[in-house]
């Protein structure tokens, strides 16, 4: 199993940043690859970003592309999600997951983090 833990959300202006972070633990060795989704009231979960943990090959939602920056610190077994110019649309709750080979599904699961941009 793996553990999955965020951190970083919070209320920012419009225009403004924030870093989220998440930290798996558990059986991290069978871990190919991490992402963050979002769900906002009354929507659906979406894929926002994700990264492969061992090349840091990235992929992007187009909403969030230029703005956004997903990273991985192998040393400290740690991914971040950097979001600038934050637009008062990417208020949700963020979630951080992980899959254990390419292509799969995600099976991991944090328990998600508020983030709110004010206009």
């Known amino acids: 199993q793996v553990q999955l833990v965020e951190s970083g959300g919070g209320l920012v202006q419009a225009g403004g940043s924030l870093r989220l972070s998440c930290a798996p633990s558990g059986r991290t060795f069978s871990i190919y690859g991490m992402g963050w989704f979002r769900q906002a009231p009354g929507k659906e979960r979406e894929f926002v970003a994700g990264i492969s943990w061992s090349v840091g090959s990235t992929s992007y939602a187009d909403s969030v592309k230029g703005r956004f920056t997903i990273s991985r610190d192998n040393a400290k077994n740690t991914v971040y999600l950097q979001m600038n110019s934050l637009k008062p649309e990417d208020t949700a709750v963020y979630y951080c997951?992980?899959?254990?080979?390419?292509?799969?599904?995600?099976?991991?699961w944090g328990q998600g983090t508020q983030v709110t941009v004010s206009s």
């Open positions: 997951a992980a899959r254990n080979s390419p292509g799969s599904r995600y099976r991991y």
